[in-house]
């Protein structure tokens, strides 16, 4: 586990699924349910589902589209957000994610979630969760219509929020989210080593990783 000069860091930026909650909701809905009731509802197989959807998934990674509820229910003719709720039960924090919360909070740091997901899937796992009363702001990137990958995003932050990158943590489970906050210019980066509770650790190439959130709370 990495040490944070936490005297350093003014703004806590962080992800909110496979960062705070579990992605196993995520990855579970996308990868299993969702196709298996695209079959149901076109009357389709789950095989000719799955050649179907597998290139709409990959054309539209890491673009908004990607994140947008509105847009897969439009594209696939489903109700999306109908379906999200059949599986809500999965919706879990990661371990300790609420401790590393509360003591950000305890120790005045500004603490500003910042997520790809769409509102309606926001407000879905913020029902389930409460996690909305550690943060001063609950951001999507919907909001400016440009995902975390993009340059754009950050351009857009900033004047949101008017935040000193070189004094800032981003915490975030997706690489190239990682990359593009910092070149953005974002000091203190971490990833996270098992965002899916039922996939294991991941690489998480040059960046350090968060292991255990009651280790990173040392020296806060």
Not at 37 to 44: F, I
Not at 144 to 163: C, H, N, T, V
Not at 169 to 179: A, C, E, K, Q, V
Not at 197 to 205: A, C, L, N, R, V
Request: proline share 6%.
């Amino acid at each position: 586990m990495p040490s944070l000069a936490w005297p350093d860091i003014d703004t806590v930026l962080l992800d909110m699924d496979g960062t705070l909650l579990d992605l196993h909701y995520d990855n579970h809905f996308w990868l299993e349910h969702l196709p298996a009731r695209y079959a149901e509802l076109h009357g389709t197989s789950r095989a000719m589902a799955q050649m179907e959807l597998e290139p709409l998934f990959t054309g539209n990674a890491g673009k908004l589209n990607w994140y947008c509820l509105d847009f897969w229910t439009a594209e696939l003719n489903i109700p999306v957000r109908e379906l999200k709720l059949e599986t809500a039960d999965l919706i879990a924090l990661r371990p300790d994610a609420d401790t590393f919360l509360a003591a950000l909070k305890h120790a005045g740091k500004r603490v500003i979630m910042i997520t790809n997901a769409h509102r309606d899937s926001l407000s879905l796992k913020l029902e389930r969760i409460e996690l909305a009363p550690y943060f001063e702001r609950l951001i999507s990137s919907h909001d400016y219509g440009y995902p975390k990958e993009s340059p754009q995003f950050w351009e857009a932050l900033q004047a949101d929020i008017a935040f000193d990158p070189a004094r800032s943590l981003f915490i975030d489970d997706t690489l190239p989210i990682l990359r593009s906050a910092r070149t953005y210019g974002v000091k203190h980066l971490l990833a996270v080593r098992e965002p899916d509770s039922h996939k294991g650790p991941k690489d998480t190439e040059e960046f350090d990783a968060v292991e255990d959130y009651r280790a990173l709370i040392e020296g806060l």
